[in-house]
């Protein structure tokens, strides 16, 4: 501090001396301006001469006065700087707080709207969040976790894991289900949050529900009619009620609200995997007793209104298969998309790619994303119901109209080519982009026994210490094995799966089951692990009940990606990778080695929009007593400025939460309308044409 | 150009000057313009840089001290408090998870009076953007910012209780609820730590959070919060294999919660309809934690004239300029109107009348309690003499039963010298004309001169003409709480009119459920000095202003007298009295009585209170006081091992330091 006070007093000094120099030179240049101009040539060169000599001298002398600041430049002009940085924050901040609220007006909510078109509170409203968006605290940890009792692990500002206990390698730990059981590893208990805080916010400033449940206030919304179901996304949906109760609680809830609110039905809300988590509920609800929640055929029918499902993903979402295999789907490894840079990089040794997988594959219920219905559904080698979809999305139809009157032979020459050999999404992992295209008959035919008949081999491991993923106890020859066979389809996709992740998957399907079943009535498909998938279950018997799809278009959305094998082939790292340096033409569905379809960014159309489309649409063997659905699409829009934030006209998967339009449906539906009356379908993509051509036994 | 034409301006101007003054001159110029550079920059440096260079500066060390706390192992402060304390005992979590206790019965914790968060749902234009903000809990940040509107929304409607137009403000639900009431300041908090130590976790814990501004009654009405909870226990009951719950209520819940027992019995329209015997299958034991059955005296001054601390923490916040109407803030008022419109405070008003609080010369305590027991106990051996000595003065002097009395003379002269004029007949006058410009709603103001003076010429009031005097002051206020809470002894339980909700929470009034398997815990702090009567004094009217007031300059004779500040303490935790927590336990429901004919089984459990022994033990882990002992290491484990399926034996059942059963004796009530 004497330092700075010195500091501080030279600097006066030198501000008291300046005044009197100044005008002392301001009198001598207002004197010297008078007298005449005619010399001026002659003293010329005496004064470039004498300006030189001062000059040299002012540079001796500037030095000797600079000296004592250079001191201080270093360190303080950081402080300075800080500070200056910190003042002009702070002035700003308080400037906004000043700023009368009516200048920052944004555009009216929805809810406020339709508050004055008379609509109120009428159906007690369930919301049901998905996978990574709820929130998990911390019940019982190591000693890295000390003090983080009930603090988010999960969700939240995501502090804890800068946090000075908690290592990210505690942290991943701590996040980490048990290998085998897939339930908590011994010593830590991580719970879901529970009420409206689970999953209104993922992070400070990302909303997932809070503007829903916003505009569900508007309209006299509260506590007491509006529920967050929280149950722990990481568990596979029947462990969360042995280990959580769970379900349980989510039938008493709805039971408690349908009474307390004049015996209103519910209107259930999920989003996401929350759609298939609240599927099995339907059908765990009505199972008796030891299986099932015992509420008897019929519960359904008397409590549920409708069911809203936002970007469900009924048939799965090819993402889940690139992030079980390399830990590379995007909404999955939201953790990735945090610290994009230093994800690949060597030279710090994170290998946060190798960390994600090792926590990501403990978690079963990623599992229930993989795509269902197999060939069927998500097509073969050569056919796909997507077929020939254009990809020209939302940048390309922006720019066309000018252009297009010069390109029409050249675009059309191609739209042509395209329509002829359309993109083989069937094959969701292909080795080398040439396996992605080439025609069936030129790839190795694939043999699913080879990989059992390699298993027995595999007894040859690395050494390598401590397995970290299952990978590291594959030899060099099964992981070569698997990139030789080229392209796989949802069916040899599995085998896949089970010979790289075989703990994992076995774990996890005793949970879930992803085929089509033959006869629904086989006494088999009563066991839990077929309530998941549409395909494998009957919807409840309860003839009023209303589902609508609600989902974003127009945003290219993974669909089949090219991988390659991983340059690296050191211990411990994924000896695969999408091989990003794959790209199609301009205009080509092909981008950095993933094949898009349109979705909206998470679920293809596919997934999200056949079971309402076509699957469940009248009278089917999947829904016997023809439960109404309505498909409600919405075209994405990007936010039109950086002061939308989100954007009011997203599609995108979480930021369609925000959308205007749905938030509208959503409303209207849970103040007592019906599908009918809100317009029943609305439909911008080719979600009819694809199911179409979706060859299934109805 | 200027610049060049300028140049040759000077140029010649040096021309008519010597060689040696051009010199000097341009010496002088060029240092000047050195100077001017150099200074420039010295110059904003100095006034406006320099207070950078400090903010910046404290910034950075403020930074730096704060990276260094986080790096610092999670062991050192643990370390150091060691050191100078010496070894910690074990929290009971863990030490009784080493004796092998686990998760057996479901826990629920029914939080009391003010120590629920309560949040924004609906409001007014001034609250916009607080929406499921905290209004109350929390950090309390929308009370400095904007207090008017805060008071506005946190007021219920004067008439009906319930939300004023356009204003929802709901409780918080969930264990944050109230796990801490504000920033560090735990209530449940050290409860739930420790319960999770032994594997507690939320389906096995439940936070029975309503919004305690409300009559019981209205939360279910408004809430419907009582069925909530029904349905919660229902379901934890079911989901863990048909364990009963253990309850832990506190404070205003204890009341809260004996209403919800008879409510969940009561048939459908406006009960819960739960049968008969639905406590007996779902409710393994009643913990109360510092339960005030009995109501608190503190109430009576907290409606009288706002002046008692537990209801009014708020006050607690700016406690320097209360009193001083400097600001032209009228922070009393406010208060006082907000606070008038929530039912609940209602709720403990002092019940059972004379007959448990005493009348004008006899109370239970008699002269029994030592007001200054702490001090006493030290020196006893030095000055047992000068100790009798007061103990004679205080049982002459206190009469605890005068609830309120206007001066002190009144308060310790024998009933028969009290000259008192009935204020019941006073025809309260048209309101004063100097208060209409009061525009903030408060009953005083439509008072006359004279009433107040009436009230103030009754002099002493007991328990029983506390009602009264009320009713008096607060018409509208009493009638709304009338409505659903009532204060009397039921001669009669059996008359159909007790089957009223207004009834429910009054020990007196009601009976225990028919479940003699279940077992009631009264579970307090003793050893604190707790307000027992006040001695009031009329102040002179001043516009809109409280015209009573605790005259805080009545002392007691001796230095260890009862009185202090006007107010006559006895023996509790800092806010319920002995008597108000104990004597259901002790007596009223001690065996077979008409209050409790199934004879469930009643403990006390008193803890001594003993205030922390330095500054790093927090709020100390002996507390007695009554939030504090929330954090009471022995009471915690108590409640563990009740939770972990012990019963009362196996606890040693009552635990008394102090003289209730004495006090309870001399209480005369038919049982």
Not at chain 1, 374 to 388: F, K
């Amino acid at each position: 501090m004497c330092y700075c006070a010195g500091l501080l007093a030279g600097s006066r000094k030198l501000c008291y001396v300046e005044p009197a120099v100044r005008c002392s030179s301001v009198g001598f240049e207002s004197f010297d301006q008078s007298p005449k101009i005619d010399q001026k040539l002659d003293k010329k060169e005496e004064n470039v001469i004498s300006a030189n000599n001062i000059a040299l001298e002012i540079n001796k002398k500037r030095k000797q006065p600079r000296r004592q600041p250079k001191e201080w430049r270093c360190l303080d002009s950081c402080c300075w700087i800080i500070g200056y940085l910190c003042t002009t924050w702070w002035l700003l901040l308080f400037l906004y707080h000043c700023l009368p609220i009516t200048l920052l007006q944004v555009p009216e909510l929805p809810g406020v709207r339709l508050k004055r078109e008379g609509l109120t509170a009428l159906h007690p409203v369930v919301l049901v969040p998905g996978i990574v968006t709820g929130g998990l605290e911390l019940w019982e940890g190591r000693p890295c976790a000390d003090g983080l009792f009930r603090k988010r692990l999960w969700g939240g500002s995501f502090t804890e894991i800068f946090k000075r206990y908690l290592k990210p390698l505690c942290w991943s730990e701590h996040l980490s289900l048990h290998n085998e059981t897939g339930l908590d590893p011994p010593g830590i208990r991580v719970r879901a949050v529970r009420g409206l805080v689970a999953a209104d916010y993922f992070a400070p400033g990302y909303f997932v529900w809070a503007v829903l449940i916003q505009n569900l206030a508007k309209i006299g919304y509260e506590g007491k009619n509006l529920h967050v179901v929280a149950y722990d996304w990481r568990l596979s949906f029947q462990n969360t009620e042995i280990r959580d109760h769970a379900l349980s609680r989510l039938k008493s809830k709805i039971e408690l609200m349908y009474i307390t609110n004049g015996y209103k039905k519910v209107v259930v809300v999920p989003h996401s995997m929350g759609v298939i988590y609240f599927l099995h509920f339907l059908k765990w609800v009505e199972t008796p007793p030891p299986m099932g929640g015992g509420g008897g055929p019929g519960w359904c029918a008397k409590h549920i209104k409708a069911i809203m499902n936002i970007g469900p993903a009924y048939l799965g979402v090819p993402k889940a298969v690139s992030s079980i295999f390399s830990a590379e789907g995007k909404d999955v490894a939201y953790i990735r998309a945090m610290a994009p840079g230093i994800l690949d990089s060597e030279i710090l040794g994170l290998q946060t790619l190798e960390h994600v997988m090792r926590v990501s594959r403990t978690w079963d219920s990623i599992v229930s994303l993989l795509p269902k219905g197999g060939e069927t559904i998500w097509g073969n080698m050569d056919r796909s119901p997507e077929g020939g979809h254009v990809c020209d999305f939302s940048k390309k139809r922006l720019s066309q109209p000018s252009p297009s009157d010069n390109n029409v032979n050249n675009s059309d020459v191609k739209r042509g080519f395209r329509v002829k050999d359309p993109v083989k999404y069937g094959r969701i992992i292909s080795f080398g982009k040439a396996a992605s295209v080439l025609h069936s008959s030129q790839l190795p035919t694939f043999d699913s026994k080879e990989f059992s008949r390699t298993n027995a081999l595999q007894n040859l491991k690395f050494s390598c210490g401590e397995a970290w993923t299952e990978y590291d106890e594959m030899s060099r020859e099964s992981i070569q094995k698997v990139a030789a066979n080229k392209a796989y389809t949802t069916r040899t996709l599995f085998d896949l799966l089970r010979f790289v992740a075989p703990k994992m998957m076995q774990r996890a399907e005793a949970h879930f089951s992803h085929g089509i079943a033959d006869n629904l009535d086989d006494p088999k498909y009563s066991h839990y692990k077929y309530w998941s998938n549409p395909l494998e279950m009957k919807l409840p018997d309860a003839p009023d009940m209303e589902i609508y799809c609600l989902y974003g278009v127009g945003i290219p959305t993974e669909r089949s990606y090219v991988y390659r094998l991983s340059p690296i082939s050191r211990c411990k790292s994924i000896p695969y990778q999408i091989d990003s340096s794959v790209h199609g033409e301009d205009d080509s569905c092909l981008k950095g080695g993933v094949y898009f379809a349109d979705g909206d960014d998470s679920v293809p159309v596919l997934s999200a929009g056949f079971m309402c489309a076509k699957g469940w649409r009248g009278r089917t063997r999947f829904n016997p007593s023809g439960i109404a659905t309505y498909i409600r699409e919405y075209r994405h829009k990007p936010p039109a400025s950086l002061l939308e934030g989100r954007g009011i006209e997203s599609g995108a998967h979480v930021d369609i939460m925000g959308n205007v339009a749905l938030i509208k449906d959503i409303l209207r539906i849970a103040a007592g309308a019906t599908g009918k009356e809100i317009g029943g379908d609305r439909i911008h993509s080719d979600i009819l044409r694809m199911s179409e051509r979706i060859n299934i036994l109805l | 150009m200027p610049l060049l034409r300028r140049r040759k301006v000077t140029d010649s101007s040096k021309s008519t000057n010597s060689e040696s003054t051009i010199d000097k001159q341009d010496d002088k110029k060029n240092q000047s313009k050195r100077f001017r550079r150099e200074s420039y920059s010295s110059e904003k440096w100095s006034c406006w840089d320099s207070c950078c260079w400090f903010i910046g500066f404290i910034c950075s060390m403020w930074w730096f001290l704060l990276f260094l706390y986080n790096t610092m192992p999670a062991s050192i402060p643990q370390y150091v408090t060691e050191a100078i304390t010496g070894h910690l005992p074990d929290p009971p979590g863990v030490k009784l998870r080493k004796e092998g206790l686990t998760v057996n019965h479901p826990v629920v914790f029914v939080p009391g009076i003010v120590t629920g968060g309560l949040e924004l749902w609906e409001g007014h234009q001034c609250a916009d953007g607080l929406f499921r903000k905290r209004l109350w809990g929390g950090s309390f940040g929308e009370l400095y910012k904007r207090p008017l509107c805060w008071a506005e929304h946190m007021s219920l409607d004067n008439e009906t209780g319930l939300d004023p137009p356009g204003i929802r403000v709901r409780p918080v639900s969930g264990l944050v609820a109230a796990d801490y009431f504000a920033a560090g300041y735990f209530v449940w908090a050290v409860l739930i730590a420790n319960l999770a130590q032994i594997g507690y976790e939320e389906k096995t814990m439940y936070m029975a959070a309503y919004d305690w501004r409300l009559s019981f009654q209205n939360t279910e009405v408004r809430d419907q919060t009582l069925s909530r909870i029904k349905s919660n226990i229902e379901l934890m009951v079911a989901t863990n294999g048909g364990k009963k719950v253990v309850v832990i209520p506190h404070s205003m819940g204890v009341l809260y919660f004996l209403h919800f027992m008879k409510w969940v019995e009561a048939p459908a329209p406006m009960g819960g309809g739960g049968g008969s015997d639905w406590c007996a299958k779902h409710i393994k034991a009643v913990m109360n934690i510092g339960a005030p059955f009995l109501g608190v005296p503190k109430s009576v001054s907290g409606l009288f004239s706002i002046e008692a601390r537990d209801i009014a923490i708020a006050r607690a916040f700016a406690p320097g300029f209360l009193d001083k109407d400097v600001f032209g803030l009228q922070t009393f008022q406010h208060l006082m109107r907000m606070t008038r419109t929530w039912d609940s405070t209602m709720s403990m008003i002092p019940k059972g009348g004379d007959t448990i609080w005493g009348g004008l010369d006899w109370s239970p305590e008699g002269g029994s309690f030592k007001c200054s027991a702490k001090k006493l106990k030290k020196n006893s051996t030095h000055n047992t003499g000068q100790n009798a000595n007061s103990n004679l003065d205080d049982m002459k002097s206190v009469n605890y039963g005068r609830i309120i009395s206007f001066g002190k003379d009144v308060a310790e002269a024998h009933s028969s010298k009290i000259e008192r004029v009935d204020f019941r007949d006073t025809v309260k006058g048209d309101k004063l004309a100097n208060s209409s410009n009061c525009d903030i709603w408060i009953e005083y103001h439509e008072m006359d001169n004279d009433s107040i003076k009436a009230v103030a010429d009754y002099k002493v009031y007991t328990a029983g003409s506390i009602l009264d005097l009320l009713h008096f002051v607060a018409p509208k206020l009493m009638a709304r709480g009338g409505a659903h809470f009532s204060y009397g002894i039921a001669d009669n339980l059996d008359d159909p009119k007790y089957e009223h909700f207004k009834y429910w929470s009054n020990p007196l009034e009601t009976k225990l459920p028919n479940a003699p398997d279940m077992e009631i815990y009264s579970m307090y702090g003793v050893g604190i000095p707790t307000e027992r009567a006040y001695v009031y004094k009329l102040i002179t009217a001043v516009d809109c202003y409280i015209p009573f007031q605790i005259d805080t300059s009545s002392e007691g004779g001796s230095e260890d007298s009862c009185l202090k500040g006007g107010v006559f303490s006895a023996d509790g935790d800092e806010t319920v009295p002995v008597l108000s927590a104990g004597f259901m336990c002790a007596k009223g429901w001690r065996g077979k009585t008409r209050f409790n004919p199934s004879g469930i089984r009643t403990y006390i459990r008193e803890y001594n209170h003993a205030p922390p022994a330095n500054l790093l033990e927090g709020r100390g882990t002996q507390s007695g006081a009554h939030v504090d002992i929330m954090g009471n290491f022995a009471l915690i484990e108590d409640i563990i091992r009740v939770a972990a399926g012990a019963t009362s034996e196996d606890l040693g059942g009552d635990r008394v330091y102090s003289d209730i059963f004495k006090w309870s004796d001399r209480i005369n009530l038919q049982l």
